[in-house]
């Protein structure tokens, strides 16, 4: 048993002459080395249970409530003795999601489990949604009455940006500081994916410099965050210890779907790949 972040390299699986099977009680499977596993026979399933998908959903639509709506400024204004005087017009003015006049533009990058879970949400509130996503037909990211868009056009026109892509070497630092400087200076960037996919480092230049308007971040490069983490500092990022998607049926569900994996891989069940096994195209 290791905790989700430890690394499964090459090296450790092949002196785990054993092992047979690695179930993931997670979403992700970053740390492991899936194709060293496949070579060596080992299977590698995750419990990426609804309840999962929904709940970083609803985590992130927390997010972009919190910080559109500017709630942790409001709160504090009134605790400090605040109310409704000039600075509400400045500082502690929020913005709507709803397209239309004051409308707001999402770019959700990645259109998957989560990503689609978040879009409908959005839709709820009557946002316009620009998805980007290579390796989803346009016309599917349509029928979900969203615009496709290209990777750079997206960074330039959308005030909140959303990442919910797995982290690999082709995403790992997807957001770095070119990245940074061509959002604009209201946009709010969130991660609920995985640490790395932004530059952490660069992330902490934009906010300082207010090239960006603020952050959301549920996931670190290093997890837990180093004590002397410098976005510890700053007041235009909010933090949450990984755990978006956290409720008690999700980790109930994730528990049962972990050990279901088990026992359909050791009663050879045709199941076993059903829901759970990794590499399988759940998305068309
Ligand atoms: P998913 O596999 O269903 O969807 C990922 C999407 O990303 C796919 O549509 C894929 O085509 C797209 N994608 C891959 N590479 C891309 C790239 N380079 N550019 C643009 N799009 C790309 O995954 P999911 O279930 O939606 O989860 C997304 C990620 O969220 C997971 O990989 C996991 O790391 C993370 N996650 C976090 C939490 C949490 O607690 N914060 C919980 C669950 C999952």
Redesign the pocket.
């Known amino acids: 048993i290791a905790n989700r972040a430890t690394q499964i390299t090459r090296k450790s699986l092949e002196s785990a002459t054993d092992l047979r099977m690695i179930a993931k009680y997670t ?2 499977y ?1 740390n492991v080395d899936v194709k060293a596993a496949s070579n060596l026979g080992i299977v590698v399933v995750n419990s ?1 249970t609804e309840s ?2 929904g709940g ?1 959903a609803e985590g992130t639509m927390a997010y972009i409530l919190c910080l559109l709506k500017k709630v942790r400024e409001k709160d504090r204004h009134v605790k400090n003795g605040g109310w409704r005087d000039q600075s509400l017009f400045g500082t502690y003015v929020g913005s709507r999601l709803s397209d239309g006049y004051e409308g707001l533009t999402i770019g959700i ?7 689609r879970k978040l879009i409908k949400r959005c839709l709820g509130f009557e946002a316009n949604i620009h998805v ?5 037909n346009k016309q599917i990211i349509e029928n979900n009455k969203c615009n496709e868009i290209d990777f750079t056009d997206g960074l330039v026109l959308a005030d909140f940006i959303s990442i ?4 690999n070497k ?2 790992e630092n ?1 957001i770095a500081k070119e990245e940074l400087k061509q959002m604009k200076e209201n946009c709010i960037l969130v991660n ?3 640490g790395g996919i932004i530059n952490e480092k660069d992330l902490v230049w934009a906010l300082t410099n207010k090239k960006i308007y603020g952050a959301g971040l ?2 670190f490069e290093t997890e837990p965050p180093l004590k002397d983490n410098p976005l510890f500092q700053l007041d235009n990022v909010l933090l949450t210890p ?4 956290l409720t008690l049926e999700c980790r109930k569900r994730m528990a049962v779907e972990t050990c279901e994996n088990i026992v359909y891989y050791l009663t050879k069940s045709d199941l076993l790949n059903k829901n759970n096994i990794i590499n399988k195209n ?2 068309n």
């Open positions: 979403n992700g970053d990426p999962n998908w970083v990058i990645g259109f998957g489990r989560i990503g980007y996503d290579p390796f989803v919910h892509v797995p982290l082709e995403t997807l609920t994916a995985r549920d996931v990984h755990n978006a998607a759940y998305l």
